[in-house]
């Protein structure tokens, strides 16, 4: 069993963190207070490679493994966790889903261009779209349908919460094909924004990571060329299940960082401020909070990494990964509001940033499958 990292991993660490620091902090807070989607940010992510970071160099990827890509969400998502989701859902549900379960054609038309993270010199992500108003943690109630029409599918429908929703080129749309198959009559198909029939609807005011780019996407009659379905037909069920236990890996990467980011401001502020004639560090009772931070902070991470590593082994990695998440993101809740109490009246003062990380945490308890999900996840392995 190893703990340490390697120098290659050090070295993606630093360089996600610098980027962080000198890219995302300085305008972070006026990014969330207007809700702008931080565009040069992800470009020049995209310069890093950490668009596309765990796909294979021939397709315009990086070729890491996932533990550099848990580091790396780590590190921005300590800044900024509207600029690490976009990150994550290229990487974790459009590029992987695509390098490892699309065709070639499909690979060399949409992932290479995708992992670079632009084309043309224009930014070019992708989105994955699988919740509907009736369909979120049931991911099996899909009312977006696709009907065959020979040589292409008819797609209708809308689905909701959608991350990138309006900057993303490339859609990966899970529809029902035929509704008496149930899930097995379930597709994915790749769906270009400019397509007819594609409408983009107004943007999410959210609580938190409020610079993403969260929009409703409807389909009236959208033609899908054959071609753009991914693997054989009633394929669709199993590439959400098997795409989304990765990106937990990724959302419980970000809880960490949100997490860790939380406890670093709220460690340096208790060196700081001062009451009853001394830093408050020196309390017992803001102690005790830090300690448990520390200690929830890095149990998370190793949670992480094991999932991490597993799914760099090949190895089932669908039962840590769900540890992982929902352990991380209750760690980044609560760490967040401890931080918030740490900072007394600052806490809830917007330069203070802890007070958007509370905002910005609360979502990974959600997202990607909420913490009731992940606990039947978890259950239903234990007591199989």
């Known amino acids: ?16 963190r610098d980027f ?31 668009m596309g970071m765990m796909v294979d160099p021939a397709y315009g990827g990086s070729g890491m493994d996932t533990v550099s890509y848990v580091l790396a969400m780590e590190e921005i998502s300590k800044i900024d966790a509207s600029v690490s989701v ?13 390098d490892y379960y699309g065709n070639e054609a499909q690979k060399q038309k949409y992932l290479t261009p995708l992992a670079q993270g632009r084309k043309d010199g224009e930014l070019y992500i992708g989105a994955f779209l699988l919740s ?9 109630s899909q009312r977006t349908t696709a009907e065959d029409k020979g040589d292409y599918y008819l797609l209708n429908g809308i689905k909701n919460w959608i991350t990138n929703g309006n900057s993303a080129s490339v859609y990966l749309v899970i529809a029902q094909t035929d509704p008496a198959k149930g899930h097995h009559g379930i597709n994915v198909f790749i769906v270009e924004k400019n397509s007819p029939g594609v409408v983009v609807g107004a943007k999410e005011n959210k609580l938190g990571i409020r610079g993403s780019d969260t929009h409703s996407i409807l389909f ?9 379905r991914i693997g054989e037909d ?17 959302i419980a990467s970000q809880a960490l960082g949100i997490a860790s980011g939380a406890y670093e401001l709220a460690l340096g502020y208790s060196k700081e401020r001062k009451a009853f004639g001394k830093e408050i560090m020196h309390h017992q009772a803001i102690q005790f909070k830090l300690a448990d931070m520390a200690t929830r902070i890095e149990a998370a991470r190793l949670l992480c990494m094991r999932a991490a590593w597993e799914k760099d082994q090949h190895k089932d990695y669908a039962l840590s990964s769900s540890m992982a998440k929902v352990f991380a993101s209750e760690t980044a809740m609560w760490t967040a509001t401890e931080a918030v109490q740490i900072h007394g009246g600052y806490g809830f003062v917007k330069e203070y940033h802890v007070e958007r990380l509370m905002r910005d945490a609360k979502i990974t308890q959600i997202y990607e499958g909420t913490s009731e999900v992940q606990r039947i996840v978890i259950s239903r392995s234990i007591l199989k």
């Not at 390697?6 to 630093?14: D, G, V």
């Not at 620091?21 to 565009?39: A, G, M, S, T, W």
């Open 1 to 16: 069993m190893q703990f340490q990292l390697s120098e290659e991993h050090l070295m993606i660490q630093k360089a996600a």
């Open 86 to 98: 976009c990150m994550s859902v290229n990487n974790s549900l459009v590029c992987w889903g695509l």
């Open 132 to 140: 509907e108003p009736e369909a979120g943690s049931d991911a099996t």
């Open 220 to 228: 009236n009659d959208v033609k899908v060329p054959k071609e753009n």
């Open 20 to 50: 962080a620091r000198n890219e995302c902090l300085p305008d972070v807070i006026d990014r969330d207070e207007h809700q702008r989607f931080p565009k040069e940010q992800v470009l020049k992510l995209a310069e890093l490679g950490f």
């Open 234 to 250: 009633g394929f669709g069920f199993k590439f959400a299940m098997k795409v989304l236990a990765g990106g937990r890996i990724g």
